[in-house]
């Protein structure tokens, strides 16, 4: 009668995990959005107005050496070494599922010192590899995207929908476009 009973509990707790799936194109969506938003934490921690000298080793025709001032957070330097240390941060985040509609969410375990709010709202996902895949993917993601992370990083205003730019419109991981601004009727009523 034990094993019947014991039988039966292993029956109700196989039923009752949930079966999710969702594609490696989502968890790269997400791992983008993530990495987009962690680089932008990182860099308004840093002092806006320091500045740096660039130089290239470059001479001018007297033989003086060009260099150039650019504001810290805007280096390639100081953003190449941001991006390397970045992917770490996706430890903090776990794979889950909302569920009110099941859809695919990466959630950030600690927020503002605090237990994310959100994580009552999701279901987490079981994972063999105890989410060490996000790493991977972040640093899959960098890699495949230096260049569109570095040009965006570097622009003089970061703009609201950074991550809907970089994830969606370049690298192509989101189907997700940008929020229109409104349409400028130029004084006259819409039809």
Same mark, same amino acid.
Do not use: W
């Given at each position: 009668m034990n094993k019947?009973?014991?039988?039966?509990?292993m029956l109700l707790a196989v039923a009752q995990v949930q079966s999710y799936s969702f594609t490696s194109k989502e968890v790269k969506c997400h791992v983008c959005k993530a990495t987009v938003q962690e680089l932008e934490d990182a860099i308004a921690k840093e002092d806006a107005n320091k500045k740096v000298d660039v *130089?290239?080793?470059?001479?001018?025709a007297q033989g003086n050496s060009i260099s150039k001032r650019v504001r810290?957070?805007?280096s390639e330097m100081?953003?190449?070494?941001?991006?390397?240390?970045i992917c770490e941060k996706m430890d903090d985040y776990l794979k889950a599922t909302y569920k009110s509609n099941g859809k695919f969410a990466l959630l950030k375990m600690i927020v503002n010192g605090q237990m994310n709010p959100d994580s009552s709202l999701v279901d987490f996902v079981q994972d063999g590899d105890l989410n060490k895949s996000l790493g991977h993917f972040c640093?899959?993601?960098?890699?495949?995207?230096?260049?569109?992370?570095?040009?965006?990083?570097?622009?003089?205003?970061?703009g609201n929908d950074l991550d809907i730019k970089i994830c *969606?419109?370049?690298a192509k991981y989101c189907d997700e476009a940008p929020v229109q601004d409104e349409y400028d009727f130029g004084g006259r009523e819409e039809l």
């Amino acid at each position: 009668m034990n094993k019947l009973i014991l039988c039966f509990v292993m029956l109700l707790a196989v039923a009752q995990v949930q079966s999710y799936s969702f594609t490696s194109k989502e968890v790269k969506c997400h791992v983008c959005k993530a990495t987009v938003q962690e680089l932008e934490d990182a860099i308004a921690k840093e002092d806006a107005n320091k500045k740096v000298d660039v *130089s290239g080793f470059r001479l001018d025709a007297q033989g003086n050496s060009i260099s150039k001032r650019v504001r810290y957070i805007k280096s390639e330097m100081f953003l190449t070494e941001l991006m390397e240390k970045i992917c770490e941060k996706m430890d903090d985040y776990l794979k889950a599922t909302y569920k009110s509609n099941g859809k695919f969410a990466l959630l950030k375990m600690i927020v503002n010192g605090q237990m994310n709010p959100d994580s009552s709202l999701v279901d987490f996902v079981q994972d063999g590899d105890l989410n060490k895949s996000l790493g991977h993917f972040c640093l899959e993601v960098l890699d495949d995207n230096e260049e569109i992370f570095l040009k965006a990083f570097q622009a003089e205003e970061l703009g609201n929908d950074l991550d809907i730019k970089i994830c *969606s419109e370049q690298a192509k991981y989101c189907d997700e476009a940008p929020v229109q601004d409104e349409y400028d009727f130029g004084g006259r009523e819409e039809l």
